[in-house]
């Protein structure tokens, strides 16, 4: 039995945070299961046994709660809106920028949201498509159509690493970084990631 | 009590497997606590309880202690000589080759050591240790005198992403992706953070 029909079985919830919890914890069945494209606001709400309409109640919509369903900032589809209105060649710039902006605000969120899609398969794939659906591949899509997939993936692993040494394993030159000497050492690489050449297309 | 004192009040070991893993849960702690170039193979020895030249003949001596302690593959030393050897220019292109090399062979070794340092302090400085001082600051060293730690963490972001991505929550792209593909892609990214410019020092 799933942690979602299992919330199910104990009986209708009574108060709303009841409501947001079995929310939350349907759609990360559904959306480990479906994929973000395809999970329905509908579906997960059946599964949660509440009212759609709770859904936008609670978290604004789909986006909203997929975000929530992986504990990211709800900030973090404006943010990306923001960087896909600027100049192009400097997305990787802003891209960095918000990240640490982000995660440096929230203390030991990065921590937790990498060491519980470590350890288990479901976590792990929202994590997955979080990063290339909502976050590099929104990036990536609108500035090339070379390998978007490929690319989103390879900033996946520049992010992730810079995470993981400034929030997770706290290597002291990059914890302790001003924010400017990390944007500057490491935006360019992310650019490269995002439009410059990756190198030939491999014959498979 | 530490581990390696509560194995040394079970009393004296037996068998040389026994040790072996004295010796190792010894070098954790000590490596951890005093970082590789303060830990001396008379300290560890001490503390496990045995006769210092077991090291040498368990491990080869202090470098092969350390790289078992970590769990990484033992012959990383060896190949970091190796990446050494070649033209400077092309250092990061040898260094992500290895990388994939030795990981890919080694299943899911990679998840193990970085579950490990994501969830213990002392197995994340040994971790850190490992990265700046045996792996890229090894590198970093012979290549450039300009902020040679800074460059080796920035190395450390882009590698650790690179497995995390491959081997942990195994983004398709990613984890299926030819070596060519990933060492194409990757391999300039790294040369910058080795010798290429990483932007003025910043004023603190």
Redesign the interface.
């Known amino acids: 039995m799933t942690e979602a029909e299992s919330r199910r079985r104990r009986g209708r919830r009574s108060g709303g945070e009841d409501t947001r919890a079995a929310l939350l914890a349907s759609a990360r069945e559904v959306f480990a299961e479906q994929g973000y494209q395809g999970a329905t606001v509908r579906g997960i709400a059946a599964r949660a046994g509440v009212d759609a309409a709770m859904v936008n109640h609670w978290f604004g919509g789909k986006q909203g709660l997929f975000v929530a369903a992986i504990n990211a900032p709800a900030e973090v589809p404006h943010i990306i809106d923001q960087i896909l209105e600027g100049d192009p060649d400097t997305a990787g710039e802003r891209l960095v920028r918000s990240f640490l902006t982000v995660w440096d605000a929230q203390d030991s969120a990065f921590?937790a949201v990498?060491?519980s899609?470590?350890?288990q398969e479901t976590a792990?794939e929202l994590?997955?498509g979080f990063?290339?659906k909502m976050v590099f591949g929104r990036v990536v899509s609108r500035l090339t159509t070379d390998r978007p997939?490929?690319r989103?993936?390879?900033c996946?692993?520049?992010?992730?690493?810079?995470g993981?040494?400034r929030y997770?394993?706290?290597?002291?030159?990059?914890e302790s970084?001003?924010m400017?000497?990390l944007v500057?050492?490491?935006a360019?690489?992310l650019q490269?990631?995002l439009t410059g050449d990756?190198?030939?297309i491999?014959p498979?």
């Open positions: 921590a990498v060491r899609a470590s350890s792990a994590l997955r990063l290339t997939e490929l989103a993936s390879l996946s692993t520049q992010m992730i690493g810079l993981m040494m997770v394993l706290r290597m002291p030159m990059i970084a001003d400017e000497t500057t050492a490491i360019p690489n490269r990631y990756i190198g030939p491999s498979r």
